[in-house]
């Protein structure tokens, strides 16, 4: 077996606890408890083997990870290793001297969601009362600091009409990035799909908000904007392709592709309490389940795109598919593509009621 | 907040807070450290970067640079000029 590139980005799940429950959230069904997250020993570990592998980045995410005490040792030790350190929040939690901790400690970025521009619908939508003020506080501290800062939108059915009033809160803030990312549905996203996914018009005004406020903002502020996969032509490239440049472990330390892909059913999931990063990476069946081209059925394996998308999203395939080495359905010429139309065109006028992320609230 | 600005050699770049370079030995490469990104730094790149300190001019840089590589001045310049305003514009670096 020839030796795969290292890793680029590790992106640590450091908890599953969170004080909003977002029904579009990344984290699995099935969340970590409490009691199962790994100790600080294991993840200082954890930084000093990635360093050590040629990893360049490091997000520390969750749930909300400022929810664990130990963040501002983990990003410390991390910043001395010489890795890039990134912190995914809610802001729910931040405060002046938490920020000032973090700062000092050696934090590169900070990436901070809302759920909304309008304050009511943002806190409806996170399921969570009180947070708008404190997002905007977090934001004013931040920015006052001199951290970096992007600003992160999640845009579904019930949103997509205020992209224009995220893109000036940007602004207003004094950002210097902003990400207006369309759900990605699957886990919690699948799960409230049909409360969330737009119809064609509302993504159309998004990509033309986006648009204008280029133009508008210059190089100002950047915009990062995710399309909606339903509605693409091609797959996006899942992860930069399957063990190819991401590696996530898990509040329990199970080492993961991408954070879906314990919702693959049958395979084992190497953890870092019991192997090295290296060897996981390197050696185990499911880093190299999917990686490269080899495992690909038709039409992927003579697509000229092979490469370029790598197959597409492996936890959309099994969701929608059925199986996990199937073709994305979301690429036209998936024979499962229909599935993709079907979502699409049985969407119900009126948006169901969420189900939000709880613990025990979708398994 | 970056102001798009217009590079001339007498401007000073340095890095905004949150971007660096950085030398992996793993792949035996420079990279750029950005936000939510780090991209490859080629080899002109990353000998222009590795003179950006805040106080050094981009005339300096280029003395230096010819020097070091015994190029006709005019050719660094060009090279350097054109790399601080794209990296400028991409909010890398801040030019004084």
């Known amino acids: ?363 | 907040m970056t102001v798009a600005t217009s590079v001339a050699e007498t401007s000073v770049p340095r890095f905004a807070r949150g971007t660096r370079l950085q030398y992996d030995r793993v792949r035996e490469q420079w990279f750029v450290q950005a936000p939510e990104r780090a991209f490859l730094a080629d080899a002109v790149a990353a000998e222009i970067l590795q003179l950006v300190n805040g106080k050094r001019s981009l005339a300096l840089m280029i003395d230096q640079l010819s020097e070091k590589f015994s190029a006709p001045r005019d050719v660094i310049a060009q090279d350097v000029l054109r790399m601080a305003q794209e990296l400028a514009d991409r909010q890398v670096l801040l030019l004084a």
């Not at chain 1, 904007?225 to 996530?248: L, S």
């Open chain 1, 1 to 363: 077996m020839t030796k795969a590139p290292p890793p680029m980005s590790l992106l640590a799940e450091l908890t599953h606890r969170c004080p909003l429950q977002c029904p579009y959230c990344s984290n699995p069904l099935r969340l970590d408890p409490r009691a199962g997250e790994l100790d600080t020993a294991t993840w200082l570990r954890v930084m000093d083997e990635a360093a050590a592998m040629g990893v360049l980045q490091v997000h520390f995410s969750g749930g909300e990870p400022m929810a664990r005490p130990d963040l501002v040792d983990l990003v410390r030790h991390a910043a001395s290793l010489g890795l890039y350190t990134n912190l995914i929040t809610s802001g729910v939690l931040l405060n002046r001297e938490n920020l000032k901790t973090l700062s000092e400690a050696g934090l590169d970025h900070i990436q901070l969601s809302f759920q909304d521009a309008d304050a009511q619908e943002g806190e409806r939508i996170g399921g969570m009362a009180g947070a708008q003020a404190k997002k905007l506080e977090a934001a004013r501290l931040i920015v006052e600091d001199g951290l970096p800062l992007t600003l992160n939108f999640v845009i579904h059915r019930q949103n997509a009409a205020r992209v224009p009033a995220m893109l000036d809160l940007a602004e207003q803030l004094g950002t210097r990035r902003v990400e207006i990312a369309h759900t990605q549905y699957y886990g919690w996203g699948l799960l409230n799909r049909d409360a969330l996914l737009p119809d064609r018009a509302q993504l159309e005004a998004t990509e033309l908000a986006v648009a204008a406020a280029r133009t508008r903002f210059g190089n100002r502020i950047a915009i990062d904007f995710v399309t909606p996969d339903y509605y693409a032509e091609r797959p996006k490239p899942c992860m930069g392709g399957w063990g190819q440049r991401f590696i996530n472990i898990s509040p329990s330390g199970k080492v993961l592709p991408c954070h879906a892909a314990e919702s693959i059913p049958g395979l084992t999931f190497p953890s870092v309490v019991e192997d090295s990063l290296e060897r996981i990476w390197q050696e185990s069946p499911l880093f190299n389940l999917y990686r490269g081209t080899d495992w690909m059925p038709e039409p992927c394996q003579s697509c000229a795109f092979k490469e370029d998308d790598w197959g597409g999203c492996r936890c959309q395939a099994l969701a929608l598919a059925g199986q996990a080495d199937a073709t994305d359905p979301v690429c036209h010429r998936a024979p499962t593509h229909d599935r993709i139309k079907e979502a699409v065109a049985r969407r119900p006028a009126t948006p169901p009621v969420f189900r939000y992320r709880r613990y025990n609230n979708a398994v």
